[in-house]
């Protein structure tokens, strides 16, 4: 999903270590061009391939779209590359829709394009029957990746049941949930093995009070009518590239890594 606008890495930080080119590419808020040596997208299909994805479908905006540019310019040898056009960022669950007009197969993964996962978590979830996500160790996100405590507020809190079947999700609990506790464990980085009733759930979901329309809400709807959804429990971190002081913590973090796409 790489549609968002990017309003948080636009805003100016006088205390992010950027050089010109960074620079440049943060001010127009397409994180997934950022270069980090390469454009971050590059290591994210590059770690795709890794885990036996053959088909990726970036949802971008209307042409023309600096993000389909690039990679038709230089299209990726390992994958093929097809995109799905949302016309309006309205919400994460409305670019499922997109993407499932143009994916060829009935279940899919979908993921930010401005997280760096591990190759573990794609092919673990590729590997699933039914819908999923990946459970991402609180402690771990912080202690190995570039998340801080507090910033995990902002992402979705997983119930998860002995059985690694996702029971509910809290999405974006901010000071209504102790972070600490172990009821706020397992967290959601927005990692998920789409199935058909999930698509289906995407298209019915309201509006968020932010307006949007939520995939976290909708897979919520999904599992109050019964679906069967596993969280794969995970110890390892993920990279987040939403503002510009990321930029420095993810490439020092990376520099280890060359992309092959």
């Not at 053959?54 to 995109?83: C, K, N, W």
């Not at 409305?94 to 899919?108: C, K």
């Not at 910033?151 to 059985?163: E, K, Q, T």
């Not at 999904?222 to 503002?243: K, N, T, Y």
């Amino acid at each position: 999903m790489a549609r968002g606008l990017g309003t948080r890495m636009r805003r100016a930080d006088a205390s992010a270590a950027l050089n010109s080119e960074q620079d440049a590419a943060a001010s127009t808020g397409t994180k997934g061009l950022i270069p980090i040596r390469r454009p971050f997208l590059e290591y994210l299909v590059s770690a795709l391939a890794d885990a036996g994805i053959e088909q990726v479908v970036l949802v971008v905006g209307p042409a023309p779209d600096p993000i389909r540019a690039h990679f038709t310019t230089s299209p990726p040898r390992r994958v093929t590359m097809a995109y799905a056009e949302q016309p309006v960022p309205i919400g994460t669950a409305d670019a499922v829709v997109r993407a499932a007009a143009v994916v060829n197969e009935p279940a899919f993964l979908v993921l930010n394009a401005d997280n760096y996962y591990p190759v573990a978590a794609y092919a673990a979830l590729a590997a699933e029957s039914r819908a999923g996500t990946v459970a991402f160790d609180r402690d771990v996100l912080v202690r190995d990746g570039n998340i801080d405590a507090d910033r995990v507020r902002a992402y979705a809190v997983l119930d998860v049941g002995d059985d690694e079947t996702l029971r509910g999700i809290v999405e974006k609990p901010g000071d209504h949930l102790d972070i600490d506790s172990e009821a706020a464990r397992w967290v959601g980085m927005n990692l998920w093995a789409i199935t058909p009733p999930i698509v289906d759930a995407c298209r019915r979901v309201p509006q968020s009070a932010r307006g949007e329309f939520e995939l976290p809400e909708a897979v919520a709807l999904a599992l109050h009518e019964g679906a069967d959804i596993r969280a794969i429990r995970m110890s390892a971190p993920v990279l987040d590239l939403s503002q510009r002081r990321d930029i420095a913590s993810v490439t020092a973090r990376l520099l280890h890594i060359e992309p092959k796409t």
